[in-house]
């Protein structure tokens, strides 16, 4: 099985006393790869601790969440900016707008996205979305930007069939699939067939929606075996099949080979 984990943030406190056996089991499962979306600034020094240890296997990304954009959203920036400067980073990430938690920020919250697509045109770098309750307030800075020029996933993508229409149309995005699939209520199962697997990757969000039979638990890079098991049951095909697929897509997208 080969898998790629797009989307994890296994340099969170929940993995303090166990990093080295969930590494182990992510390479068991057949996780080849981890790539690690930044949340703020408090977050950086830990996603670097992280990237460094486990140099070439989990790989970072660099961005301002958009739950973090707040009244010093300026600074927050600015501070991300100055770290694409520093090291390599293998996307900006994870950016979006989110109107779930808390609209008292929306607009910032746009400049801020629009902000961080420029970044990603002017290093050429790919983009991980985080676009709760927001996925068309997205498109919309990605074509104000201009969707020509960029490329990147809708992480956790739990949308419906119009909204994955409208993600599908700007051609260079896909869609990030986790746990929240194999869900018991989930409706990305039937929305999932109006498209097929060249569009998707795999992620966990870990530590976040860990997949049927964890669900409630503490997710992790090897419980992506659960998300693949099914999408080969969607699609109905092997799981081996959908495993070298997904990750020839991630391999693609971020430029890992």
Not at 77 to 105: C, N, V
Not at 134 to 157: D, P, T, W
């Amino acid at each position: 099985m080969r898998i790629i984990d797009t989307h994890s943030h296994i340099y969170s406190e929940e993995f303090d006393n166990d990093i080295d056996d969930v590494i182990k089991r992510a390479k068991q499962a057949g996780v080849e790869k981890i790539l690690l979306p930044n949340i703020d600034a408090s977050s950086i020094d830990r996603l670097h601790s992280i990237s460094d240890r486990y140099a070439g296997y989990c790989i970072p990304m660099m961005g301002l969440h958009p739950t973090s954009v707040g009244e010093n959203w300026k600074e927050e920036l600015d501070i991300m900016r100055k770290e694409l400067s520093k090291r390599t980073y293998i996307a900006i990430g994870e950016i979006g707008i989110d109107l779930y938690w808390d609209k008292t920020f929306e607009e910032q919250q746009r400049l801020v996205f629009e902000e961080q697509l420029r970044w990603s045109i002017e290093y050429d770098l790919p983009v991980a979305i985080h676009s709760r309750d927001a996925i068309a307030e997205c498109i919309s800075c990605i074509k104000n930007v201009g969707e020509q020029h960029l490329r990147g996933v809708f992480h956790s993508f739990g949308g419906t069939v119009e909204e994955l229409d409208g993600i599908l149309s700007l051609r260079n995005f896909m869609l990030g699939i986790n746990g929240v699939v194999t869900f018991k209520n989930s409706t990305l199962p039937t929305v999932l067939k109006e498209t097929d697997l060249s569009t998707i990757i795999i992620e966990t969000d870990s530590p976040y929606l860990a997949p049927v039979p964890y669900r409630g638990k503490r997710n992790e890079s090897s419980y992506t075996l659960n998300v693949v098991t099914k999408l080969a049951e969607i699609y109905g095909l092997p799981a081996e099949e959908v495993g070298q697929i997904t990750t020839e897509n991630a391999e693609k997208l971020f430029a890992l080979k």
